[in-house]
């Protein structure tokens, strides 16, 4: 309005004092002195701890929280930030305002952490400075790797996961859900066995989480007891050894089973024929002439208690002469199936006989004429089924497909390395049974097989951890056109194997 009038207006400005010290211009605050100057006369960071002692524990990476709790951490983790600024005193009569990490050498024993704190000076003047505390690492063996360095039999309670089947694919995968999870970080021990896996704590509510997160991935029952160590009579204290048994479903993926007729008429008269097609914490059950699913939970199982009609180890490779789809693509829990009729032929019987089988299957989506498929051979089987037996009048089919074989595209990459790896747990191998080389070749042939697996099937791969091999970056000999057709896993797929020491590599070459 003043301009439209045509009045003279003053625009306002912020005016310069000198400073009481320097006599450098600058704007006013209430200490009438410039930062420089305020620096000088006060140090906000007297009286603040600059060198402080941690103790480390180089077993378990833990660091003491005195006076007893020790918290595991990373270096240059927000965990181990965190705790080092909790351990300085007095820091409470400033204000922090930003905390970060100076990069030391992994083996120098010495943590250098950078402060920037506030802090209210003369007249109200608010002053800003930053300062480097020092921290010396100890190295003291926290009390349950002490005992363990002591005596490593020396654990408080024992998990024994069991399976009674005749191979470990199921121990692979709950090895690999274990090390995603990092569920077993509180074992002292690990010892692998001929039936399964023993791992051994140091405290018997370690072994009651670790024995719940087991339940909550594959269906179990447990047992547990406990034996009494030593009594002492004055303070009426018990010292014992606490044993949980978890027994694992023997039922597994890609397994033919016969359920049993009261199960089958509760699941709304499914099967009785049907195939295990995932095994969680419950069992998925698929019948593959009539794509009718159902799942299975770990009570349930139990109360019936059936074991499978056959298992994967029972496979026989046919051939795929022809293949006509009855109906169209069905998602069935997030997997394609299509039914349709097959003619196959058993690969053992060329040459000998012109035997040919006529089936349905739910492959009709990955068939195709010349393929190869694995499945179960009825017509030449000889089963001694309790729960087949009850089932009057039924009629076997000749041949049930469970998945297409790759067998014959496999053999040009044979020896050749994959370019991803697992990684596994720390486990002593118990060679008490005496089997010795037979047992690990056995073992060698069943890993092999699991590998394969989880490169036909991304369901199966999707709750573990897959790690790029760098080994295989600088030995790729390969041509892309080698087993072009062979199911593999994409790049995307797969995580970087962090290791620290590359990174301080690539650090001291950004330095030079």
């Known amino acids: 309005m003043a301009e439209v009038a045509g009045m003279f207006t003053v625009q306002q400005t912020i005016g310069n004092v000198l400073c009481c010290k320097c006599g450098i211009s600058m704007q006013p605050n209430a200490a009438n002195m410039c930062a420089k100057c305020l620096r000088s006369e006060v140090d906000i960071t007297e009286g603040l701890q600059k060198h402080v002692v941690i103790v480390h524990c180089p077993e378990c990476d833990g660091y003491l929280q005195p006076p007893r709790s020790w918290i595991k951490a990373q270096l240059e983790s927000k965990e181990l930030l965190t705790f080092c600024i909790k351990r300085l005193k007095n820091l409470n009569k400033v204000k922090l305002v930003n905390a970060e990490f100076i990069w030391t050498e992994p083996h120098s024993k010495r943590i250098k952490v950078r402060l920037r704190v506030q802090k209210e000076v003369l007249n109200g003047a608010v002053i800003e400075q930053s300062y480097v505390v020092e921290y010396v690492v100890q190295d003291q063996m926290c009390e349950s790797c002490s005992k363990v360095q002591a005596n490593p039999d020396q654990w408080v309670a024992a998990v024994q996961l069991r399976q009674h089947v005749s191979h470990r694919r199921t ?56 034996q009494l160590v030593s009594h002492d009579h004055k303070s009426n204290t018990f010292n014992y050894k606490y044993t949980f048994s978890v027994e694992i479903s023997p039922i597994c993926r890609e397994d033919l089973i016969c359920l049993p007729p009261k199960l089958a008429s509760s699941l709304g008269n499914i099967g009785p024929l049907v195939i295990c097609t995932k095994v969680s914490n419950s069992i998925a059950l698929l019948d593959p002439f009539t794509l009718r699913h159902c799942f299975l939970d770990a009570d349930q199982y139990w109360r019936a208690s059936f074991k499978p009609l056959l298992s994967s180890r029972q496979l026989v490779e046919y051939v795929v002469l022809d293949v006509d789809v009855v109906y169209a693509e069905v998602n069935i829990g997030g997997s394609k199936y299509v039914l349709a009729d097959v003619q196959v032929a058993r690969v053992s019987d060329f040459g000998k006989n012109d035997t040919i089988f006529y089936v349905r299957t739910y492959l009709g989506h990955l068939l195709d004429s010349g393929d190869y498929a694995l499945g179960y051979d009825l017509y030449g089987a000889n089963s001694n089924d309790f729960e087949l037996e009850k089932y009057k009048g039924l009629v076997l089919p000749e041949v049930i497909l469970i998945k297409k074989s790759y067998e014959e595209k496999r053999q040009k990459k044979r020896g050749k390395p994959r370019c991803w790896k697992l990684k596994s747990l720390n486990m002593e191998v118990d060679n008490s049974a005496g089997k010795g080389r037979d047992q690990a070749h056995k073992m060698n042939s069943e890993y092999e097989q699991f590998l394969r697996d989880l490169e036909e099937n991304p369901d199966l791969r999707f709750n573990i951890s897959l790690y790029r091999d760098k080994e295989y970056q600088r030995s790729e000999t390969t041509s892309v056109a080698d087993g072009e057709d062979v199911p593999s896993i994409p790049l995307e797929e797969l995580l970087g194997d962090l290791d620290l020491s590359d990174i301080y590599v690539e650090e001291d070459g950004i330095r030079e």
């Open 171 to 226: 121990f692979f995968y709950l090895e690999q859900l274990i090390l995603k999870h990092d569920a077993a970080n509180r074992a002292i021990k690990i010892q692998q066995s001929d039936q399964g896996i023993d791992f051994f704590f140091g405290h018997r509510s370690h072994a009651l989480k670790f024995v719940d997160f087991v339940s909550r991935v594959v269906p179990v029952r447990t047992r547990n007891d406990k």
